[in-house]
């Protein structure tokens, strides 16, 4: 078997496959390795199979509403084994989708677990198969795609059993929805489950290190947040250090240190969600000598390594740990190998958070706009004061829009409320094109959408805002 | 009917001008592209050529005015046709009638001739000009033309990264008449991009100082017209009275190197050749009253040029006095602004390595280098025969809008005197 290959990527996430399409498209020839499932943790345990866990609950939850619409239905109830059995198969769906494309493309895909082997031009990837047996791949270049993996504390018990415990990855197929949960770490996978969760009926508490709830988001959207999901029933615990976790006779107990206060919190199960860590391990990064700086490959902006030949991209290259990123790195990162480069953006990375309400925002923060010194024009508006969101029933929601005042450029956008993460595109947009303030106030929202609140917020920021 | 002529702005900044010349008189018939007038401003001169076709019939500003505002009427064309919008005055100037447009040309690129106007981004050679919106704005802001900036985005789109990284050249601030063709600046490829990987080399930030010397070392190679003047020096009577002066200086301590020698003459030969102690401004050529000499000292990660003040009124014993201390406090960084900035000529002296010659980078302002290099025993023909002699080859880099073939020759010729009969340094 031919088994030298243009490039050899390892990883068929987010990042790995669109890196093996871009190749593909680019006239390289090009060889996957994945010991798991095409897709990756995106597609098989992450933003895909939430995605499908919360549409149920979103759909479970508004049945509880239904008589603000001048609805009713009889007997609301859910079949939690129903539920997950929708996501696995939407994961399954969408993997299979990935096979195809890799077919599609000419991409071989190689089941198995690879390590890294000095060699030149590149290093030479060993892969133990799957099915038994080895090959070694040989490539002008190899990128690696390994993603992450959720980071957990043994020490203090912040680390799955199996059973009591969960990480996301347990959280997504439970046999049944715990009566209680508490939640570790407010980001946004630690939201997403507690929003679901709750939907359904469950009695959640989020405990927080930080002073806020999601942490990375503007405070006015943070502080917005916590209003809304308190609305809902979430209880939270802020500023409250973990000190640690145990087994009770029919749960856990989370000890939990706030204010110079101890308190012991009980629930059935708990969600570990404190982080990512890059998976660099078992690839034979040390022996290569690659740089590693805080548990993730150092890259350059290429996502070249120190190592000749050796490519990083997504989440085993660092933060912001989203699909979307590894995806635009991955197209970024080929281009550059291929020599096709010319153009490329360094765009502004938008982040989402599927709770009701939605968040999501792209750019810098109120705060870190100001710590960056510039001058500001500040933009904020209502979902209240939108006529799409008050026929919806949406009415819960909020647009702020960061200008630097000196030259109009959009510096951030921070929106929370139903459908904002279909909508932060609009600000992506206006922000790579480079538009400023007149361009967005110049471009005609539709009516009635909850988008013309993005307008509303721009003209805001410029004090001409027409319906507040 | 009759369309005015409106005093363009020059710059996005720029709210009057004066009216250098007028190209047309009354009762001329203009076309498209005729050049009918020059603007000046503290900037630039620029000429303005017409859009429409007329006839002139009236010149409503007189040469030479100074102060016309943007947008006020300059002259009447009659039997023109319609006003273009092409190059519609950036301000509303309420001016009577309809109004004419004039267009700036784009030939010097540099002037930031049209800079900020909306109508300027379109430039008529190369059509429309890509340029993000945030790109047009802030270039507005700083008064910089995007036609002379190279765009890095998709299909050469000029970015805010362009615009703010981009670095006008000297000339925007001096005549735009005297500019020299701008030159788009120079994408910045990677070592990788350029077959050199990551991990084969390391790298060193750039401090200060490197920075700094690459900055002014571009700028005045790309900017100066630089030619070098060689000739060799027969040394051997200047280290014989070297050596007669360092043997009545040993009581008081002192000691005297062929370079502070070197320093004398050169201060003297520009005393008697004053046209080589000048730079140029584009205000007008420059000359110095008194030859303040640089002296480049390599100090470690680069090297700087402290200034021996007014050389010429001084001995030698002082010059070399004067050289220790400022070596010394080059090398520890620990000179004075006052005693690094501003010299009129200076001299790089790489002889102690065993250069037979080399020329240097001119130091701008200044209007000459003279680059030394090192004297040895070579054979040298008197009369008819041969004979050995200490010969040191130097080098006169000038600037030749200040300092011509010839000036830099008499200049030499001066210096060969000095330096071959050294006791005419006391004369």
């Given at each position: 078997?031919?088994?030298?290959?243009?490039?050899?990527?390892?990883?068929?996430?987010?990042?790995?496959?669109?890196?093996?399409?871009?190749?593909?498209?680019?006239?390289?020839?090009?060889?996957?390795?994945?010991?798991?499932?095409?897709?990756?943790?995106?597609?098989?345990?992450?933003?895909?199979?939430?995605?499908?866990?919360?549409?149920?609950?979103?759909?479970?939850?508004?049945?509880?509403?239904?008589?603000?619409?001048?609805?009713?239905?009889?007997?609301?109830?859910?079949?939690?084994?129903?539920?997950?059995?929708?996501?696995?198969?939407?994961?399954?769906?969408?993997?299979?989708?990935?096979?195809?494309?890799?077919?599609?493309?000419?991409?071989?895909?190689?089941?198995?677990?690879?390590?890294?082997?000095?060699?030149?031009?590149?290093?030479?990837?060993?892969?133990?198969?799957?099915?038994?047996?080895?090959?070694?791949?040989?490539?002008?270049?190899?990128?690696?795609?390994?993603?992450?993996?959720?980071?957990?504390?043994?020490?203090?018990?912040?680390?799955?059993?199996?059973?009591?415990?969960?990480?996301?990855?347990?959280?997504?197929?439970?046999?049944?929805a715990p009566t209680s949960l508490l939640v570790?770490?407010?980001?946004?996978?630690?939201?997403?489950?507690?929003?679901?969760?709750?939907?359904?009926?469950?009695?959640?508490?989020?405990?927080?290190?930080?002073?806020?709830?999601?942490?990375?988001?503007?405070?006015?959207?943070?502080?917005?947040?916590?209003?809304?999901?308190?609305?809902?029933?979430?209880?939270?615990?802020?500023?409250?250090?973990?000190?640690?976790?145990?087994?009770?006779?029919?749960?856990?107990?989370?000890?939990?240190?706030?204010?110079?206060?101890?308190?012991?919190?009980?629930?059935?199960?708990?969600?570990?969600?404190?982080?990512?860590?890059?998976?660099?391990?078992?690839?034979?990064?040390?022996?290569?000598?690659?740089?590693?700086?805080?548990?993730?490959?150092?890259?350059?902006?290429?996502?070249?390594?120190?190592?000749?030949?050796?490519?990083?991209?997504?989440?085993?290259?660092?933060?912001?740990?989203?699909?979307?990123?590894?995806?635009?790195?991955?197209?970024?990162c080929v281009e550059h190998i291929a020599g096709?480069?010319?153009?490329?953006?360094?765009?502004?990375?938008?982040?989402?958070?599927?709770?009701?309400?939605?968040?999501?925002?792209?750019?810098?923060?109120?705060?870190?706009?100001?710590?960056?010194?510039?001058?500001?024009?500040?933009?904020?508006?209502?979902?209240?004061?939108?006529?799409?969101?008050?026929?919806?029933?949406?009415?819960?929601?909020?647009?702020?829009?960061?200008?630097?005042?000196?030259?109009?450029?959009?510096?951030?956008?921070?929106m929370i409320g139903a459908e904002v993460t279909?909508?932060?595109?609009?600000?992506?947009?206006?922000?790579?094109?480079?538009?400023?303030?007149?361009?967005?106030?110049?471009?005609?929202?539709?009516?009635?959408?909850?988008?013309?609140?993005?307008?509303?917020?721009?003209?805001?920021?410029?004090?001409?805002?027409?319906?507040? | 009917?009759?369309?005015?002529?409106?005093?363009?702005?020059?710059?996005?900044?720029?709210?009057?001008?004066?009216?250098?010349?007028?190209?047309?008189?009354?009762?001329?018939?203009?076309?498209?592209?005729?050049?009918?007038?020059?603007?000046?401003?503290?900037?630039?001169?620029?000429?303005?050529?017409?859009?429409?076709?007329?006839?002139?019939?009236?010149?409503?500003?007189?040469?030479?005015?100074?102060?016309?505002?943007?947008?006020?009427?300059?002259?009447?064309?009659?039997?023109?046709?319609?006003?273009?919008?092409?190059?519609?005055?950036?301000?509303?100037?309420?001016?009577?009638?309809?109004?004419?447009?004039?267009?700036?040309?784009?030939?010097?690129?540099?002037?930031?001739?049209?800079?900020?106007?909306?109508?300027?981004?379109?430039?008529?050679?190369?059509?429309?000009?890509?340029?993000?919106?945030?790109?047009?704005?802030?270039?507005?802001?700083?008064?910089?033309?995007?036609?002379?900036?190279?765009?890095?985005?998709?299909?050469?789109?000029?970015?805010?990264?362009?615009?703010?990284?981009?670095?006008?050249?000297?000339?925007?601030?001096?005549?735009?008449?005297?500019?020299?063709?701008?030159?788009?600046?120079?994408?910045?490829?990677?070592?990788?991009?350029?077959?050199?990987?990551?991990?084969?080399?390391?790298?060193?930030?750039?401090?200060?100082?490197?920075?700094?010397?690459?900055?002014?070392?571009?700028?005045?190679?790309?900017?100066?017209?630089?030619?070098?003047?060689?000739?060799?020096?027969?040394?051997?009577?200047?280290?014989?009275?070297?050596?007669?002066?360092?043997?009545?200086?040993?009581?008081?301590?002192?000691?005297?190197?062929?370079?502070?020698?070197?320093?004398?003459?050169?201060?003297?030969?520009?005393?008697?050749?004053?046209?080589?102690?000048?730079?140029?401004?584009?205000?007008?050529?420059?000359?110095?009253?008194?030859?303040?000499?640089?002296?480049?000292?390599?100090?470690?990660?680069?090297?700087?040029?402290?200034?021996?003040?007014?050389?010429?009124?001084?001995?030698?014993?002082?010059?070399?006095?004067?050289?220790?201390?400022?070596?010394?406090?080059?090398?520890?960084?620990?000179?004075?602004?006052?005693?690094?900035?501003?010299?009129?000529?200076?001299?790089?002296?790489?002889?102690?390595?065993?250069?037979?010659?080399?020329?240097?980078?001119?130091?701008?302002?200044?209007?000459?280098?003279?680059?030394?290099?090192?004297?040895?025993?070579?054979?040298?023909?008197?009369?008819?025969?041969?004979?050995?002699?200490?010969?040191?080859?130097?080098?006169?880099?000038?600037?030749?809008?200040?300092?011509?073939?010839?000036?830099?020759?008499?200049?030499?010729?001066?210096?060969?005197?000095?330096?071959?009969?050294?006791?005419?340094?006391?004369?």
């Amino acid at each position: 078997m031919a088994d030298a290959f243009d490039l050899v990527v390892i990883g068929a996430g987010p990042g790995g496959y669109v890196a093996a399409i871009r190749a593909s498209q680019l006239g390289l020839k090009t060889a996957i390795v994945e010991r798991e499932a095409l897709g990756g943790i995106c597609l098989n345990w992450g933003c895909i199979p939430t995605k499908a866990l919360l549409k149920s609950a979103e759909v479970y939850e508004q049945l509880g509403h239904l008589a603000d619409f001048g609805l009713s239905v009889q007997g609301r109830s859910y079949d939690f084994s129903g539920i997950v059995h929708r996501s696995r198969k939407v994961a399954k769906q969408l993997s299979a989708g990935v096979a195809f494309l890799m077919k599609k493309n000419r991409v071989e895909v190689v089941d198995g677990v690879a390590s890294l082997e000095a060699a030149t031009p590149a290093p030479c990837v060993n892969v133990a198969l799957k099915a038994g047996g080895a090959r070694t791949l040989t490539a002008r270049w190899v990128i690696l795609a390994t993603g992450a993996r959720a980071r957990v504390i043994p020490a203090i018990g912040l680390a799955p059993d199996g059973d009591r415990v969960w990480t996301y990855r347990e959280a997504m197929v439970p046999d049944a929805a715990p009566t209680s949960l508490l939640v570790v770490g407010s980001g946004a996978i630690g939201m997403e489950f507690a929003s679901f969760y709750r939907s359904l009926g469950t009695d959640v508490t989020v405990i927080e290190a930080l002073p806020r709830i999601l942490p990375v988001e503007d405070e006015e959207i943070s502080a917005t947040a916590q209003k809304a999901f308190e609305k809902r029933g979430l209880k939270f615990r802020v500023d409250a250090k973990v000190a640690g976790l145990s087994r009770t006779r029919s749960g856990i107990a989370i000890a939990v240190e706030s204010g110079g206060k101890s308190e012991s919190l009980e629930a059935e199960r708990a969600i570990v969600a404190v982080g990512i860590e890059g998976n660099v391990e078992g690839l034979g990064l040390e022996a290569l000598g690659v740089r590693i700086d805080r548990g993730h490959v150092a890259v350059d902006s290429h996502g070249a390594t120190n190592v000749p030949g050796l490519y990083a991209i997504g989440d085993i290259a660092g933060p912001p740990w989203l699909a979307h990123k590894a995806s635009h790195e991955a197209v970024a990162c080929v281009e550059h190998i291929a020599g096709v480069g010319g153009g490329h953006l360094s765009a502004p990375i938008p982040g989402c958070t599927y709770t009701t309400p939605q968040i999501a925002s792209i750019g810098l923060t109120e705060a870190q706009a100001k710590a960056a010194g510039l001058s500001l024009k500040i933009g904020r508006f209502p979902f209240r004061a939108n006529g799409k969101a008050i026929a919806a029933g949406e009415t819960e929601g909020l647009v702020k829009t960061v200008f630097n005042a000196d030259t109009g450029a959009l510096v951030g956008a921070h929106m929370i409320g139903a459908e904002v993460t279909e909508m932060i595109q609009g600000f992506a947009l206006a922000m790579t094109l480079e538009a400023t303030e007149a361009e967005i106030m110049a471009t005609v929202f539709p009516h009635p959408t909850l988008s013309e609140a993005m307008h509303e917020a721009v003209l805001d920021a410029y004090g001409r805002a027409l319906h507040l | 009917m009759s369309t005015d002529v409106l005093m363009p702005a020059l710059s996005p900044t720029m709210e009057e001008g004066a009216l250098a010349k007028w190209h047309v008189k009354v009762g001329d018939t203009v076309r498209s592209g005729d050049v009918i007038a020059e603007i000046e401003t503290d900037k630039a001169t620029m000429e303005v050529e017409a859009v429409d076709e007329g006839v002139v019939e009236a010149l409503l500003v007189p040469e030479g005015t100074e102060s016309v505002k943007v947008n006020a009427p300059i002259a009447r064309l009659s039997g023109g046709g319609t006003a273009t919008a092409a190059a519609s005055p950036a301000r509303s100037g309420g001016a009577p009638g309809e109004t004419m447009a004039v267009r700036v040309p784009a030939a010097p690129p540099v002037a930031p001739a049209t800079a900020g106007r909306r109508a300027a981004v379109t430039t008529p050679a190369s059509g429309r000009l890509l340029a993000s919106p945030l790109a047009r704005r802030v270039a507005s802001q700083m008064g910089v033309d995007l036609a002379g900036i190279r765009g890095s985005g998709p299909h050469g789109r000029i970015i805010l990264r362009d615009v703010e990284g981009f670095k006008p050249a000297v000339a925007v601030v001096m005549s735009a008449r005297a500019a020299p063709p701008s030159e788009s600046p120079r994408e910045v490829r990677s070592l990788e991009q350029m077959g050199i990987p990551q991990g084969t080399y390391d790298l060193k930030p750039l401090d200060g100082m490197r920075k700094t010397v690459a900055r002014r070392m571009t700028e005045s190679f790309r900017n100066v017209p630089h030619f070098p003047l060689t000739i060799d020096l027969e040394i051997d009577a200047l280290l014989a009275a070297r050596s007669s002066i360092n043997a009545l200086l040993t009581a008081e301590g002192g000691k005297v190197s062929v370079n502070d020698l070197i320093i004398k003459a050169a201060a003297i030969a520009l005393q008697r050749v004053p046209e080589a102690n000048a730079s140029y401004t584009p205000e007008g050529l420059a000359f110095h009253h008194h030859a303040d000499i640089a002296v480049a000292v390599a100090v470690d990660g680069g090297l700087i040029t402290p200034i021996v003040r007014a050389a010429e009124t001084k001995g030698v014993a002082q010059i070399a006095s004067e050289m220790k201390g400022l070596a010394e406090r080059a090398r520890t960084r620990k000179l004075k602004p006052e005693e690094y900035l501003g010299g009129t000529f200076t001299i790089s002296n790489l002889g102690m390595f065993g250069i037979r010659s080399f020329a240097s980078i001119i130091n701008e302002p200044q209007g000459a280098i003279l680059s030394v290099g090192a004297g040895e025993r070579r054979a040298v023909v008197r009369g008819e025969s041969l004979a050995a002699a200490t010969v040191m080859t130097v080098t006169l880099t000038c600037d030749h809008r200040v300092v011509d073939g010839a000036i830099g020759a008499r200049w030499l010729a001066a210096f060969r005197t000095l330096i071959e009969n050294p006791i005419t340094m006391i004369v």
